[in-house]
């Protein structure tokens, strides 16, 4: 995929998810419609991501680095914020072993597919500030619109948008300075299980 198309998808991929999300909150009921948004997110994400890196560029940006004392506190930020002002203490009383294992599938695939995407291909492929770490987080930012067009967060969809920003922002400065997204997977992935996800799609 050349440049200028990887420059076009922080615009057009969350214009595009909008839509689709949209479509489907027409033809299901929101819950399921909300899944199906998000399967056909990762599928996007999957080829995306294949056509982007292939096997050569995936072990690029998978590849073991260290960083730097400061890089972790922004690792560790989104978690520690996640699971103390999260959703994480009000779900704890309701989960169950089924609830966790699907959680953390659904964090996991959600988790790794992002950050190689939103992270890994514009660190691999741009090496100034904008292109490689800003400009993706925003887009990264943006997407969220969608399926909250369907389930909208609780304090409100720019709340969740802007909290997005945030983490898109500390994950993405670690990406970029590593040039790798080892670490910013299993931040992302920590996040995203603290809600105990799959609770969206189960409870009444």
């Given at each position: 995929?050349?440049?200028?198309?990887?420059?076009a998808?922080?615009?057009?991929?969350?214009?595009?998810?909008?839509?689709?999300?949209?479509?489907?909150?027409h033809l299901?009921?929101?819950?399921?419609?909300h899944?199906?948004?998000?399967?056909?997110?990762?599928?996007?994400?999957?080829?995306?991501?294949?056509?982007?890196?292939?096997?050569?560029?995936?072990?690029?940006?998978?590849k073991?680095?260290?960083?730097?004392?400061?890089?972790?506190?922004?690792?560790?930020?989104?978690?520690?914020?996640?699971?103390?002002?999260?959703?994480?203490?009000?779900?704890?009383?309701?989960?169950?072993?089924?609830?966790?294992?699907?959680?953390?599938?659904?964090?996991?695939?959600?988790?790794?597919?992002?950050?190689?995407?939103?992270?890994?291909?514009?660190?691999?492929?741009?090496?100034?500030?904008?292109?490689?770490?800003?400009?993706?987080?925003?887009?990264?930012?943006?997407?969220?619109?969608?399926?909250?067009?369907?389930?909208?967060?609780?304090?409100?969809?720019?709340?969740?948008?802007?909290?997005?920003?945030?983490?898109?922002?500390?994950?993405?400065?670690?990406?970029?300075?590593?040039?790798?997204?080892?670490?910013?997977?299993?931040?992302?992935?920590?996040?995203?299980?603290?809600?105990?996800?799959?609770?969206?799609?189960?409870?009444?």
């Amino acid at each position: 995929m050349n440049s200028k198309s990887l420059l076009a998808l922080p615009v057009a991929l969350p214009a595009a998810m909008y839509a689709v999300f949209k479509v489907f909150s027409h033809l299901f009921a929101p819950k399921l419609a909300h899944l199906l948004g998000m399967a056909t997110y990762w599928s996007l994400l999957l080829a995306l991501c294949a056509i982007s890196l292939g096997r050569t560029g995936l072990l690029r940006i998978l590849k073991t680095a260290r960083p730097a004392r400061m890089l972790w506190i922004l690792l560790a930020l989104p978690v520690v914020l996640a699971f103390c002002f999260g959703p994480f203490r009000q779900r704890i009383a309701v989960v169950t072993p089924l609830v966790v294992t699907l959680s953390f599938v659904l964090a996991a695939i959600n988790a790794s597919l992002e950050e190689i995407f939103w992270r890994g291909v514009y660190i691999d492929r741009f090496a100034d500030l904008w292109k490689g770490y800003i400009y993706p987080a925003v887009g990264f930012a943006v997407w969220h619109f969608a399926p909250q067009s369907i389930l909208p967060y609780s304090h409100g969809r720019v709340a969740f948008v802007a909290s997005a920003l945030l983490l898109g922002l500390c994950w993405g400065i670690a990406a970029f300075r590593t040039k790798s997204v080892r670490w910013t997977v299993l931040s992302h992935l920590l996040v995203d299980f603290s809600g105990f996800g799959v609770l969206v799609y189960i409870s009444k």
